[in-house]
């Protein structure tokens, strides 16, 4: 359910990190996001607040601004002047002092009044984005890492949204993986999830989800979702819903028969055993490529194991053999965006193999990060057909066994969203994951 | 339920149509809807056409341009040049010629090669919407008005699919009304609109819906839908739904206990009536001024009765009581936007009166235009106090009659969808709406 308590405390919480952290001093600058309608038209686009402007004010209505005085860490919202008579049509218009008290901010007035007010100010104004066209508003880069910095590391207050996002989205899950049926078409999972994230309080998704089943789940951002699912089919759901801007991120494979086959249920447990052992793997300290090695390893073996891949498996992995089947990073930070900022390090070069290159996160483990871990494997013949077609790469794959797999399964995935605590990790989200316990939450209604 | 059946034939009327209205010949440019993601991250938004385009060639993906031949009546579609590797991510790249076939076009090149293909035309290409950064293209305002025209009129083969959206809405609204109740929040019904119609294939909304409960249904655009839903109130919800970009738009207000008070059956038959006898009245040739004037007169003469208004309603009117509690127009246009092109014809004065200015549609019925026919009655304390501290309004308003309807009813408002026929109209939308049918509706969950 969503969080329906006070938050002033979380927001307040982060400008009061940032103003710590960001040892300049001055003033902070930043504009809100924008309302906007679909092409021009009166229709309005149901408005998401921007990331960095959330974080620092926990304001959900655009076209606000925001000044952060650092040193006294006080803060001068600029709201925007709406006519009067917008009140027939859209309610009553809050006062800067219902605002003001609404948002826990120290000072409210109007966007109209910024050049004056910025113009008063006595110190340097500072954004972590470019803006030309404000005046005595400059740019900083060190500005930017330091918010970057302080969004990586999720406080506990923070840690209340994540948590109820995290719950309403793991209820989403666990209702929709019993409601779904061979014979539905794929965007009725879909409507299904967001039905239920929506009933929870969660309107918006922390991105489109993917819901595809049987080939479909090869496609690792499939998003068409109009296929009917057929008998026998896994259906792959990868979703998320967002509380005050917060995510989750989700992913189960399923049977949509309610029951796994022997093949559907041997590739399933080798990528629900990436998946439990890389968080078990988590921890301060460790490097996120080491765990997602962990991940490629556990698959390799488990396709080797089936016989998908032959010979010698050192020697597959350097030619990147498991990154065919495997071709994604093992997860990512997650925070105010799904995939959140603060993955990279600035000045640190990026991996680039197979695989690795795609790592969305590739730096050391910190307490208070919040990862998704989502391992996979899928039978893609985008990647699939070009390695059969080189001999150096096909004698280390089986292609009779990998159809017949491919055959009843075109791709899992087990996502779960996971918090670096002091000495180890907490699991967030909580939707059935084992053989047993997906069965029987399926054949539970 | 969505249409699944092909729709080619569909947009290539819509150009013939256009085609044979535009006598100047030549080419005509135009530029799809870009894909575009949240806030510069790698969050998609959901792509939906912009309306120009999808009229003209049904195409649902970003990123198009098109190119018409006017004479030959030939279809040029410009798309995106994807790179290969996409495929692992976002499934398989259609070819050009599959993309030719799929919707029909007559020639399919790449955007990238767009310079050179407008360079070698032979005549005058001409857009209905500025393109500056486009070489040879010169806006044409005579083009604009005349494919404004176009879609005014719906053509047979447009209807398909205005009312399978109409009926997908309908369904919805029809599961929706069955399943509010008292102790629900009001976005819970926004929550359940949406599921039932995405479960009919309809994803996208024709608009942000109004789901309001007592007195949030006074404000005309209420979309905060956070308040809990008491028992005794009615609740008031105003959405739709499209097909393929074609729109629909219902309002219905229901008590959420299934069982009308004595007053709120007294307001909502005088909004029934209005709406009823509104209908009635469409027919080609009648201004839609006269039955919004209708509409009003019935929704005076009711408020009478009531002892709402007092005094002489003809003096009444003069000072436009009545639209302090009708304050919006009757409807509007409906099409590939829910608030259609053409309400307004070029170069004729708009009604500035208090309730007419609002009128979205100012112009004679036509054969084959689509309607929204929506009067409403509200509490609205932001037009009502104002009338109340005013001498000259206030002695034709008894306010403690007013105060008690108030009480029980925040605002009413039914609306169906109608296209004009060549003797008369056809009702598109099927929503229960008299008191009894209402009650039965509700009452059958």
């Known amino acids: 359910m969503v969080y329906t308590g006070e938050t002033k405390h979380i927001f307040k919480g982060n400008r009061e990190r940032l103003c710590d952290a960001y040892t300049k001093g001055g003033f902070i600058y930043h504009q809100g996001g924008e309302s906007t309608t679909r092409y021009n038209t009166d229709v309005d686009v149901v408005f998401r607040q921007e990331a960095m402007f959330m974080y620092l004010t926990g304001v959900t209505e655009p076209d606000f601004h925001l000044v952060l005085d650092v040193a006294k860490k006080e ?30 901010a120290d000072r409210v007035i109007y966007v109209d009044e910024e050049a004056e007010f910025l113009a008063g100010l006595t110190g340097e104004i500072h954004s972590f984005v470019e803006y030309p066209e404000v005046k005595n508003v400059v740019f900083d880069a060190a500005l930017k890492t330091a918010i970057v910095e302080c969004r990586v590391l999720k406080s506990e207050d923070e840690m209340i949204l994540i948590q109820s996002a995290c719950d309403g989205t793991s209820k989403a899950f666990r209702e929709t993986m019993k409601m779904v049926k061979a014979g539905m078409v794929e965007y009725q999972a879909d409507a299904t999830l967001n039905y239920h994230a929506y009933m929870e309080g969660l309107r918006f998704h922390s991105f489109p989800a993917i819901t595809g089943a049987g080939p479909s789940a090869s496609t690792l951002h499939y998003t068409a979702n109009n296929k009917v699912i057929k008998p026998g089919q896994m259906m792959l759901i990868d979703g998320g819903f967002e509380d005050k801007c917060y995510a989750a991120d989700i992913t189960r494979t399923f049977p949509v028969d309610g029951k796994f086959t022997e093949r559907q249920k041997a590739l399933y447990n080798i990528v629900l055993k990436a998946n439990i052992e890389c968080i078990e793997m988590i921890r301060p300290g460790l490097h996120w490529k080491d765990i997602h090695d962990h991940a490629t390893n556990v698959i390799a073996q488990g396709l080797h194991d089936l016989g998908i891949l032959v010979g010698d498996l050192a020697e597959a992995k350097k030619l990147y053999i498991p990154s065919i089947f495997f071709p994604h990073g093992l997860g990512h930070l997650m925070g105010l965006e799904v995939h959140d900022v603060g993955g990279f390090i600035e000045g640190v070069p990026r991996l680039t193999a197979p695989g690795e290159a795609n790592l969305r996160l590739q730096r050391e483990l910190t307490e208070r990060m919040v990862v998704t871990v989502e391992p996979g494997c899928y039978f893609v013949n985008e990647t699939i057909n070009p390695a059969l077609a080189d001999p150096e790469k096909s004698k280390y794959i089986n292609e009779k066994v990998l159809r017949e797999y491919q055959a009843e399964v075109g791709g899992i995935r087990l996502e779960d969203d996971i918090l670096v605590t002091n000495d180890g990790h907490y699991v967030i989200t909580t939707v059935p994951k084992t053989v047993e316990d997906v069965e029987k939450l399926i054949g539970s209604q």
């Open 75 to 104: 803060l001068t919202l600029l709201m925007p002047r709406l006519p009067a008579e917008y009140a027939v049509w859209m309610g009553h218009i809050d006062t800067p002092e219902e605002v003001r008290e609404r948002f826990g």
